[in-house]
């Protein structure tokens, strides 16, 4: 008994650490199992029946499954494109330039976080409407919120990137003969782009993910957090975790690429 | 860029040059300069005296809020940084983090679009002995070594003015004297004029053509070390530079003309004789200074080695010994304290121990008289 004791006490930190690990990724497994399940015939949609690859050769066979993931994509796409190129400015506005407004500015750009997607979903409703676009919500009106709340997270991101930068460098560049131009592309930028980087990768999954402020102001449009809600009112289709085990494996990849690209960089000079 | 050549006179030339900032510190009091071409000059002050804002107003970084910078014929003082014949050897070296050392010292080559950028790179790097380095990252290297970038980085370009803003600040003592001798052989080397601002009156004295002594945005000497040292014109000067004994005094009368010309001084009931060339104020009352190592001391009724006047009537009240040397402090019979470094060459056999009565004296033309108006604790720095 003791021993026993003696080895979870030893084991503890590690046993608890793949505990949570297991926690944290339990819902990513069950996905993946399901994605498998042969649902046809079946009364309940949620357990396993039967291993089929059907699924994963018919992942569009759903009626307008495929087409909300693409509008999906297509809407973070453009809002990642649209929030980072925003944010990206106001970071470098508010970390180099002193300029009256300049705190009150930090604190509005950083509401839009704090603020209650339901708030903002109702209040971005309300605006489009009274614009007179009531009749055209859709793609762009999607469109327009998600830049909207994504600048906030972009300019957070690259504000923390932009400030731990040392200004000497760019003085550096400028007395070594690089103009504000050059100096921006050779020395700034490549810096940055870290920061700007993970702003745009936040901005995305952000955008891909959203489903209260989009469905409020998506008309006839459907994206795919919206089409899997729909779905959920009569049962899942199993291709829904098709798609969700895909973006998990591709959010994995990514990561692995990225490390492995670190990891050969770091070593390519140490061994040089 | 045009290659340094002796003698086409290229001073770097600072005139009226004034900087306020936006929230009304003036760091730099109409500043005139010159810089001879392919010195080495030293601006030697503490901080905040504006040798660094001086050191980028010539580098580009700061625009001056009067004033002009040229260097031989060429106004430079609203050209951009990029567009100077001048590089800056920065603080905190400024390496580019994400470039090797060899892109790192290729930057400014690369931007002038040098063609042969790669064979001046590899020739600078084995100046500055770094080849081993060349694929390495920044923060791979360790002070020294980054050190030693900034320069190659720097020099590389050829400037014709080379800015050094304490560039030997980070590192440790035994590595800062071995770069100091590295810096002016590598000055000497390519014979480039260089601008170093620094708070180290050593590294400054030992390294330095002229010394130019800043002190809250006015310089209040230019020289060679050994004039500042020897014929301080300021107690600034006098405390910064080394150590001073500085002694109250009345000027009594003058004798001699021309070289031989002495200002008689009053010092408590001693009549001092300073030579006229050394004397810095016009008012009847002054600080006389003496160096320490110069004041000689010798127990009360022996023999002293100094045909000056001695005054009597002295006590040690303390002794150091530091091997090479002994520090004596030493009460005047007015009650004052000064100090007395004295060389341990054996001749007098021992310490004299604290509590001697002895006598004190110096050459006349060790001494020199600054301005009673000025604070005698004027740049004066804990030891």
């Known amino acids: 008994m003791t021993r026993i004791g003696r080895w979870i006490g030893s084991h503890l930190v590690l046993t608890g650490g793949l505990l949570v690990l297991l926690y944290m990724y339990i819902p990513n497994i069950i996905v993946a199992i399901m994605s498998f399940n042969d649902s046809s015939g079946a009364r309940n949609l949620y357990a396993f029946q039967k291993f089929t690859w059907d699924n994963w050769l018919n992942p569009c066979k759903p009626d307008n499954l495929c087409s909300s993931v693409v509008t999906s994509i297509e809407i973070g796409l453009l809002a990642t494109l649209g929030a980072t190129v925003i944010g990206t400015f106001a970071a470098f506005g508010l970390v180099r330039h002193r300029f009256r407004g300049r705190t009150a500015m930090n604190l509005v750009l950083f509401l839009p976080m704090a603020t209650p997607e339901i708030v903002m979903g109702s209040s971005l409703l309300a605006l489009f409407v009274a614009a007179g676009l009531g009749g055209q919500l859709g793609f762009w009106t999607i469109l327009l919120a998600h830049i909207m709340f994504c600048i906030s997270f972009v300019v957070v991101t690259v504000k923390s990137r932009l400030a731990g930068l040392d200004g000497n460098l760019e003085q550096a560049a400028a007395d070594l003969y690089a103009n504000e131009w050059q100096t921006f592309w050779k020395v700034t930028f490549p810096l940055v782009f870290p920061g700007i980087l993970a702003a745009a990768l936040l901005a995305f999954s952000l955008s891909f993910d959203d489903f209260i402020i989009t469905n409020l102001n998506s008309g006839q449009t459907v994206t795919f957090p919206m089409y899997v809600w729909g779905a959920s009112q009569r049962g899942v289709p199993m291709q829904v975790n098709v798609i969700g085990t895909l973006m998990f494996i591709v959010a994995l990849a990514a990561v692995i690429i990225g490390e492995l690209g670190a990891r050969r960089r770091r070593k390519a000079i140490a061994s040089r | ?383």
């Open chain 2, 1 to 383: 860029m045009s290659q340094v050549s002796s003698g086409t006179g290229r001073d770097l030339r600072l005139v009226g040059l004034h900087k306020t900032y936006p929230n009304g510190f003036t760091a730099v009091h109409d500043l005139d300069l010159v810089v001879p071409q392919g010195s080495f000059f030293a601006l030697l002050g503490p901080s905040g005296c504006g040798k660094t804002t001086t050191l980028r107003m010539v580098a580009g970084l700061e625009t001056p809020t009067a004033g002009t910078i040229s260097i031989g014929e060429s106004e430079i003082t609203a050209t951009k940084p990029y567009n100077r014949p001048v590089n800056t050897v920065f603080q905190n070296y400024a390496l580019f983090p994400h470039l090797s050392i060899a892109e790192n010292v290729e930057f400014g080559l690369k931007r002038r679009k040098v063609y042969d950028s790669g064979k001046q790179v590899k020739e600078i790097l084995a100046l500055t002995e770094l080849e081993e380095q060349a694929n390495k990252r920044p923060g791979q290297l360790s002070g020294g070594q980054q050190q030693r970038v900034a320069l190659a980085r720097a020099i590389v370009n050829r400037p014709e003015v080379l800015l050094l803003d304490e560039p030997l600040g980070a590192l440790d003592l035994k590595l800062r004297r071995a770069m100091q001798v590295e810096l002016k052989r590598i000055q000497e080397e390519v014979g480039i004029t260089f601008v170093h601002v620094t708070h180290d009156q050593e590294e400054a004295m030992s390294m330095a053509d002229t010394v130019a002594v800043m002190n809250q945005g006015v310089i209040e000497q230019l020289g060679s070390p050994y004039d500042l040292y020897t014929n301080p014109h300021t107690t600034f000067v006098a405390n910064f530079l080394g150590r001073s004994n500085l002694i109250k005094g009345t000027v009594v009368g003058r004798e001699g003309t021309g070289d031989d010309a002495v200002v008689k001084v009053d010092m408590h009931g001693t009549i001092a004789s300073i030579k006229a060339s050394k004397v810095h104020t016009d008012s009847k009352d002054g600080w006389l200074g003496i160096r320490p190592e110069k004041v000689l001391i010798q127990p009360e009724g022996t023999a002293i080695d100094a045909p000056g006047s001695s005054i009597p009537g002295c006590v040690v009240t303390d002794a150091s010994y530091l091997g090479v040397s002994t520090d004596y402090t030493v009460r005047m019979p007015w009650g004052q304290e000064i100090i007395c470094f004295e060389q341990n060459t054996g001749r007098r056999g021992g310490l004299i121990p604290v509590g001697t009565k002895v006598d004190v004296s110096w050459r006349p033309e060790f001494a020199f008289l600054l301005d009673a108006s000025q604070d005698a604790g004027a740049g004066r720095q804990e030891d």
